[in-house]
């Protein structure tokens, strides 16, 4: 958390707790106050009455009946009401710590967009810069291009999660549904992986056709992203594994990777908008908290199911079920 967002956080805590004890304390002054002045008004009017009086004992009952009745009217109201407080201040409380999360994590997501966007310009920039000023070897100049378009290509994926997620929060967008074969489309996505990163061993599933019906953009994105995830959070030599294949009336996708793996208190945070595991002063993997997020609206949008489990013997294993045609 930033000093301002502390001091922030802070200062409503504090007149949070001021607020709720001044309240609680008002109405306890309240009861004390009114029962007090009841007991008053119960002596003098006791005070009041006749001891030779026949009816004495019968009026002296009714008076200290009706004082009673007072004294559980105060309580059943206070109650009542301290009841009320407690909610509202429950309620004020969840709300408010929702909200402060949100705008600390959104904080996180403009820090980590910044940088993002900033670093493949730059890298971009200066390869280029390099190939148009010095006279290289072929195999020199081929890495710069290969380094060059990797930076693009990251470029657009964050472009082009930004865009969904802006596009899917206000509703604006709803993907197309046609039948496809999906081994096609991870092998696809395992391909251009390769491609960009030839240096990466990922197992491919088995080529037997397996068809859904959905959007070829969105799940691309969805495959894309859980690719991108098992290469960032895991070593470079370890072995990232997609499997695929049929499970009753479901089509099973899985991405394993052999990384640090994620806590179990971390599982279900992941999927969060803007959410990611530690704190943005400390992370070293580069990333906006946006790509589960999408993942979870695209499966949803699809009808399916989304979940990260341990990978054996370490590392996660994200499931996608998808419903076949
Ligand atoms: P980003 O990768 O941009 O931070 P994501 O929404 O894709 O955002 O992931 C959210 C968080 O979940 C990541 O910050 C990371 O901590 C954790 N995470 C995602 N995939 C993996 C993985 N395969 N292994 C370990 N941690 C992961």
């Known amino acids: 958390m930033s000093q301002r967002s502390i001091k922030g956080f802070t200062l409503v805590t504090i007149v949070y707790w001021v607020l709720l004890s001044y309240m609680i304390a008002a109405l306890l002054w309240w009861f004390i106050a009114l029962e007090k002045q009841n007991q008053e008004i119960t002596r003098v009017r006791l005070s009041e009455l006749k001891h030779d009086d026949p009816t004495f004992y019968d009026q002296a009952l009714q008076i200290e009946k009706a004082s009673k009745r007072k004294t559980t009217q105060y309580i059943g109201e206070?109650?009542?009401?301290?009841?009320?407080?407690?909610?509202?201040?429950?309620?004020?409380f969840r709300a408010t710590r929702r909200q402060?999360?949100?705008?600390?994590?959104?904080?996180?997501?403009?820090?980590?967009?910044?940088?993002?966007?900033?670093t493949p310009i730059a890298v971009t920039r200066l390869n280029l810069e390099t190939l148009q000023k010095r006279k290289l070897e072929e195999e020199k100049q081929q890495k710069l291009i290969t380094n060059t378009l990797q930076e693009a290509n990251r470029l657009n994926m964050l472009c082009n999660n930004m865009l969904l997620a802006a596009q899917l929060d206000a509703g604006?967008?709803?993907?197309?549904?046609?039948?496809?074969?999906?081994?096609?489309?991870?092998?696809?996505?395992?391909?251009?992986?390769?491609?960009?990163?030839?240096?990466?061993?990922i197992e491919e599933p088995a080529d037997?056709?397996?068809y859904v019906e959905g959007d070829p953009l969105l799940l691309q994105m969805l495959v894309n992203n859980l690719l991108e995830n098992a290469m960032k959070y895991s070593p470079r030599e370890a072995v990232i594994t997609v499997a695929l294949g049929l499970q009753g009336k479901q089509v099973l996708l899985q991405v394993m990777d052999q990384g640090a793996g994620i806590p179990d208190a971390e599982k279900k945070k992941i999927f969060g908008k803007f959410y990611r595991?530690?704190?943005?002063?400390?992370?070293?993997?580069?990333?906006?908290?946006?790509?589960?997020?999408?993942?979870?609206?695209?499966?949803?949008?699809?009808?399916?199911?989304?979940?990260?489990t341990d990978n054996q013997p370490q590392g996660s294993t994200f499931a996608v079920l998808l419903p076949t045609v």
Not at 78 to 92: C, D, E, H, K, Q
Not at 172 to 190: H, K, M, P, S, Y
Not at 279 to 308: A, D, M, Q
Request: proline residues 1%; contains cysteine.
């Open 172 to 201: 604006a967008f709803n993907g197309t549904r046609q039948e496809l074969n999906i081994t096609d489309l991870v092998l696809g996505c395992i391909d251009d992986f390769r491609n960009r990163f030839p240096q990466r061993a």
């Open 208 to 210: 037997d056709a397996v």
């Open 277 to 308: 595991v530690g704190n943005e002063n400390t992370r070293t993997t580069k990333g906006t908290g946006l790509g589960l997020y999408l993942c979870k609206r695209i499966v949803r949008s699809h009808k399916g199911n989304i979940s990260v």
């Open 100 to 118: 402060l999360k949100l705008a600390q994590q959104q904080q996180n997501f403009l820090m980590a967009v910044t940088h993002e966007l900033k």
């Open 78 to 92: 206070g109650s009542t009401f301290l009841a009320l407080i407690l909610l509202g201040a429950v309620f004020v």
